[in-house]
């Protein structure tokens, strides 16, 4: 189904649903966590698929970590244990959330009452240096990579790396062309500066930070400086903030002070770069106490409208930034 301009548009400004750009949660879904089920209210993690319809999440993008006990031998087959688990226990609730690989899957979805579902992989680790997984990994419905996590791989160095200047390999390079070639959405969060740096140079599509935080609010490798944010304006990227703790505030980290991030990032960069990146189920049970899990969101549209969002401001960031990027970088 095509989706004219005036269709979208409409979807942008109107819909009043959340699309989050990171979570952690398919950890649960491992044997180790035997006592969480998905489809129903769970005092383990803080996303399931009940707590996601209070909080009025319409489109979901699940990452699959890569652990660093799986790198570098067995960063592929972890990758695919993950998205075998991902797959079989989301098509048991295919009534309430589906996967989504183009644009007009996720407006159908959404517009049947479902939760689109979006699968990432967060650590470049997994391609095993080779664009053939990629190509691979698109086919199997992964629709969005973060090229590193904290360390160096066969792309780039990770933020851990930082010191070392290293900026993305001559694999990186081509990965970046393979992403735009096919439509993948690209993810910065994790990478070195300088690596942030080559992507923006070479990319012909825009890119996310899927979680991150700005760096002038809370001085931390992970957050983004007003540099790196100008650099996304200019790719017509986002930024998903997260509410991990440690990205918010190094002493006493809370909602007012997440919500400086909002207005920093929003006064640097534009409103139209802003939106969620949870990061929740990744933050090892340190979290913010009013944003304790994703059935809480309605707290921060609230703090974001008293600190003078405007609803069409508050919409462009919960929904509408993240979906013009997809739109833009995915095939139709």
Known sequence: MDISKKEEGELLIF?????????????????EKGSYIFSERNVLAQVDLPRMETGNIKVQ????????????????????????????????????????????????????????????????????????????????GIRGLGLTWNQRNQIADGVWEREAGGGLTRFGKKVIKEMNDVGMIIDLAHIAERGFNDVLALTTQPVVVSHANARAICDHPRNLTDRQLKLLQENGGVVGLSFYPA???????????????????????????????????????????????????????????????KKEDVSKVLWGNFLRVINRVWKQ
């Open 61 to 140: 993008f699940f990452a699959l970590y890569i652990e660093p006990e799986y790198k570098p031998c067995h960063a592929l087959k972890r990758c695919l244990q993950l998205l075998d688990l991902f797959y079989r226990t989301v098509e048991s609730c295919i009534e309430r959330i589906e996967v989504v690989y183009s644009f007009n899957d996720l407006i159908r979805v959404n517009r049947e009452g479902k939760i689109a579902a979006v699968i990432t992989v967060e650590g470049g680790e997994a391609l095993e240096g080779d664009l053939g997984f990629l190509r691979i990994f698109y086919r199997l």
């Open 247 to 309: 990205f918010i505030c190094p002493e006493n980290p809370n909602l007012e002070k997440l919500l400086d991030h909002f207005e920093h990032i929003a006064e640097i960069a534009g409103i139209d770069h802003l939106g969620i990146g949870s990061d929740f189920d990744g933050m090892e049970g340190n979290f913010l106490k009013d944003l304790n899990d994703v059935s809480s969101l309605h707290f921060l549209i609230e703090g974001l409208l008293s600190r003078g969002f």
């Open 15 to 31: 819909n009043e649903g959340i699309i989050d750009a990171h979570c952690d949660t398919v950890h649960y879904f491992t044997q």
